[in-house]
């Protein structure tokens, strides 16, 4: 039984050092992603509903569009937008979107700084007001996105942002100082700070392994600990 006791010890003091930072990451990572309602990390409370212009009837068919455009399409959509009536063609299960006016079958004209700004304005609710709109030809990881956005900040205290689609003038993506602390701590607690998606990494696996190695000799030391107690009462 002293063998044990002592390699319960020396497993549990060596892994404790290792994995102990891990662990402390674990329950405040978790304390804070349960804490914080979703809606907020979303910034749900901060959507205000825009309602799209009804379609005209003077929209140009599909064919009509695909043909104008070169674009032989696998999927389409007709939308109307704060833009206008659109296609967005998709060639290909990889292509990128093309979206087109859907009463010319030309592309858009460029959206403007100040058309960003007011798209965003429309789709937000809240006491903030825009502090900085910036063209991103490369987005961010945070949209999720790898075509270019506008980025809208707005002054509220979560720091809001809204990424707005350079074509439809839609939000596509919504992020905030809560979001990205919410975001930090899953990442630390998945073990993947550089993409925040692997949950099957080795590294996590390994270190939960490790968690459960001293899960184990610590019951192993307390069973001992409480039958050295029972016997001296004994």
């Known amino acids: 039984m002293s063998g044990v006791v002592r390699l319960s010890t020396q497993i549990h003091k060596w892994v404790s050092l ?5 662990v402390v990451f674990w329950v405040v990572g978790g304390l804070v992603m349960v804490s914080i309602p979703i809606e907020r990390v979303r910034s749900e409370h901060h959507v205000r509903e825009v309602a799209a212009p009804p379609l005209p009837a003077a929209v140009l068919p599909l064919a009509r569009v695909a043909a104008l455009t070169g674009v032989q399409p696998t999927r389409a959509e007709l939308r109307s937008t704060l833009r206008g009536p659109v296609w967005i ?44 709109v910036d063209y991103l030809a490369t987005p961010p990881q945070e949209t999720g996105r790898e075509t270019p956005v506008w980025r809208v900040d707005f002054s509220d205290a979560e720091r809001t942002t809204f990424y707005v689609s350079p074509q439809t003038a839609e939000v596509e993506t ?31 696996i390994g270190v939960t392994a490790l968690t459960l190695l001293l899960l184990v000799t610590g019951l192993i030391l307390l069973v001992v600990r409480l039958h050295r107690d029972w016997v001296r009462q004994g």
Request: glycine residues 8%; charged residues 20%.
């Open 18 to 22: 290792v994995i102990g930072l891990q």
């Open 89 to 132: 063609l998709r060639e290909g299960a990889e292509g990128d979107p093309v979206t087109v006016s859907a009463l010319t079958g030309a592309p858009l004209p460029a959206m403007t700084a100040a058309q960003a700004r007011a798209a965003a304005v429309a789709a937000y609710t809240g006491e903030g007001v825009p502090t900085r």
């Open 174 to 204: 919504r992020r905030s100082a809560v979001w990205r602390l919410y975001d930090f701590m899953w990442r630390l607690h998945i073990l993947d700070l550089k993409n925040g998606e692997d949950s099957n990494s080795p590294l996590l």
